[in-house]
Nanobody, 127 residues
């Protein structure tokens, strides 16, 4: 089991940046691949990024490529999502998720392949 807690959300102007953190507790963090998802008001939760146990294999949804960057620090049981050049369309509740495999799930965009979730953190981008 792993427990996840996100932090770092907030209100930012368009063009600004935020860094989300995901603190993990429980079993060995490096045993898990990680994902970031988001859910905007009135919409379904959608995939943002996924990365493997060492953070070197990363997948992004097209809308965030070049603006968002994932990273992780296994020694500190932390994962991060650096978000730059934010736009109002990025407004959502952001969730980190963990899959019980060091490698990214084959269907990494599918939230059903992640067994552990944080509570989410709100990101609001003002125009």
């Amino acid at each position: 089991q792993v427990q996840l807690v996100e932090s770092g959300g907030g209100l930012v102007q368009a063009g600004g940046s935020l860094r989300l953190s995901c603190a993990a507790s429980g079993r060995t963090f490096s045993s898990y691949s990680m994902g970031w998802f988001r859910q905007a008001p009135g919409k379904e939760r959608e995939f943002v990024a996924a990365f493997n146990w060492n953070g070197l294999i990363v997948y992004y949804t097209d809308s965030v490529k070049g603006r968002f960057t994932t990273s992780r620090d296994n020694a500190k049981n932390m994962a991060f999502l650096q978000m730059n050049s934010l736009i109002p369309e990025d407004t959502a509740v952001y969730y980190c998720a963990a899959a019980a495999s060091p490698n990214v799930p084959l269907l990494y965009r599918n939230e059903n392949h992640y067994g552990f979730w944080g509570q989410g953190t709100q990101v609001t981008v003002a125009s």
